[in-house]
């Protein structure tokens, strides 16, 4: 299924680093750890989510992006959807194709739809992805390779199917260890050089190819919980990460990135940092 498009609106995604010039986002008003979908949340079950503080944390990752000169669209939320903070899943843009996701958890089923109806209010064409068990926490793009976290989320048709609509992208599968949730909590790309992993959650064989393309930070296991690689570039060597994670802001410093840090501990106990809250749809070279 694919809408009529205004080119003024046309999204378009290469890679994970190039400035980000527009993005989606939805405010985590009703964000409650309702059903336990994830070994964050099994962590934080008991304790909740303080409304209050997440959303005044959303706001300052919202206003944090503004003034860097981000357009910002913020989801109409709904009570029956606690997880639609996490933007990212339910759609991806690759090249000038923005996708929408089937999602595989039944307590994230339908928020899809409240992207659809932004999408075709706006004119922008979309494609469909029904009957594909895929979540954008599990796609990470890299000029003409596209890195497929094979999960609980995202299977191995997803990715085969993906490959057949993009004849100019080379689709990498990477399966990893499913209690990581998505391929974006333990591997990530943050420049043409660098990228961030966490190797106990991936094959020898993965870890081999990323190593012979990129620099590697290695997350530790305390700052993979705290969703270390979940970080989000927004351009010109600049990257949003929390306070909390002390080791991989060092490295990324020491490799000349300037870290952003805001803190969203709050939204994190839902099992997704800033890469999850954040759907790109347009970003630009410089």
């Known amino acids: 299924m694919e809408q009529k498009l205004k080119p003024e609106n046309r999204g378009f995604i290469l890679n994970e680093y190039d400035v980000l010039k527009k993005v989606i986002l939805c405010q985590p008003q009703y964000m409650t750890i309702r059903d336990v979908i994830n070994e964050t949340q099994k962590h934080f079950k008991d304790e909740g989510i303080h409304i209050e503080l997440a959303l005044e944390q959303h706001s300052e990752f919202v206003n944090t992006l503004k003034n860097f000169g981000v357009e910002v669209i913020l989801l109409p939320y709904h009570k029956k959807y606690p997880e639609q903070v996490f933007t990212r899943d339910i759609g991806f843009t690759l090249g000038q194709t923005i996708f ?128 270390g690689t979940n970080v989000l570039c927004i351009g010109n060597q600049r990257i949003l990460s929390l306070p909390v994670n002390k080791g991989v802001n060092e490295q990324l410093r020491k490799k000349g990135f300037e870290v952003v840090e805001v803190d969203i501990t709050e939204i994190i106990k839902s099992g997704g940092s800033f890469r999850c809250c954040t759907l790109p749809i347009l970003r630009e070279s410089i």
């Open 100 to 227: 929408v996701a089937d999602m595989a958890s039944d307590i994230r089923k339908g928020e899809e739809d409240v992207l659809k109806q932004w999408l075709e209010d706006e004119e922008i064409s979309y494609y469909n992805l029904l009957g594909d068990q895929i979540e954008g926490g599990d796609v990470v793009i890299d000029q003409d390779t596209v890195y497929v976290g094979l999960s609980n989320r995202t299977n191995q048709q997803a990715a085969e199917h993906l490959q057949g609509l993009l004849s100019d992208f080379n689709v990498r599968p990477i399966p990893f260890k499913a209690e990581y949730l998505h391929l974006d909590c333990v591997f990530n790309v943050v420049s043409p050089e660098v990228a961030l992993i966490y190797r106990p959650a991936l094959t020898d064989e993965d870890i081999k190819l990323f190593s012979s393309r990129y620099e590697l930070i290695d997350v530790s296991e305390e700052e993979q919980f705290t969703l």
